[in-house]
């Protein structure tokens, strides 16, 4: 079956440092890969998303790129702020209409 | 418009009532999913509904019922819940409900606790 690694948190940074969680995937074929953020009290929000080998996704200074040889899809950020404190979550999508999350990532920033 | 919109926000019922829950996206989407989130953990996929019928149930126990009275607008019916219930339960909806590259938008949720 399908199945999304990412890498345990939580995190914690000081503002402006580097950021990467990792995430591996295992799944047939050739997923759709994706990454969503959930702030506290709410509901997920798509961060960026790739579906093709090679594809990067980017939105709001964060990046992911699409690995096949190595099946993962890494999240980075430059310098991160504290609003980016939240819970983050990898995900694939096949075309079998279900989503498969990792586990979730919590990030904390501090000032 | 991108949103998805969910009410109520908070929802506190005893193990007696009985309750709905309200999802409402406008985007032409014609798949929408029921999903229940405990904390620290990710959404488990309950029902998918595309096109107006139901298309997955992930084994989800009767005491849940969900519903979907047009393109626009699904319902979650609860009954005779547990405590162990309390959750967030998210609505999301999606362009179709195969495709690979769609993306799922999520509403904000509703925070139920069962007393």
């Known amino acids: 079956g399908n199945s999304v690694t990412q890498m345990e948190g939580p995190v914690t940074l000081s503002e402006e440092a580097f950021l990467t969680i990792n995430c591996t995937y295992t799944a047939t074929g050739y997923p759709s890969l994706f990454w969503y953020v959930q702030y506290p009290g709410e509901g997920l929000q798509l961060l960026l998303k790739?579906?093709?080998?090679?594809d990067k996704g980017s939105n709001k200074g964060f990046e992911a790129t699409y690995r096949k040889e190595t099946t993962s899809f890494h999240l980075e950020k430059g310098s991160v702020q504290v609003s980016d404190s939240a819970v983050y979550f990898c995900?694939?999508?096949?075309?079998?209409?279900?989503?498969?999350f990792g586990d979730g990532t919590t990030l904390t920033v501090k000032p | 418009d991108t949103e998805v919109t969910q009410t109520p926000k908070h929802l506190v019922m005893g193990m007696t009532n009985k309750k709905s829950l309200k999802c409402e996206q406008h985007m032409g989407h014609r798949a929408m999913y029921w999903y229940k989130q405990k904390a620290k953990k990710p959404p488990e996929l309950m029902f998918v509904?595309?096109?107006?019928?139901?298309?997955i149930n992930e084994s989800v126990p009767s005491r849940f019922s969900p519903e979907c009275p047009n393109s626009s607008l699904l319902n979650l019916h609860l009954h005779a819940l547990q405590p162990e219930d309390s959750a967030l339960y998210l609505c999301?909806?999606?362009?179709?409900?195969?495709?690979?590259?769609?993306?799922?938008?999520f509403g904000p949720g509703t925070r139920l606790t069962v007393l």
């Open positions: 509904y595309s096109y107006e019928k139901l298309s």
């Open positions: 999301a909806s999606s362009l179709v409900e195969t495709s690979l590259t769609d993306t799922q938008y």
């Open positions: 995900a694939l999508n096949t075309n079998a209409g279900k989503s498969t």
């Open positions: 790739a579906t093709k080998a090679d």
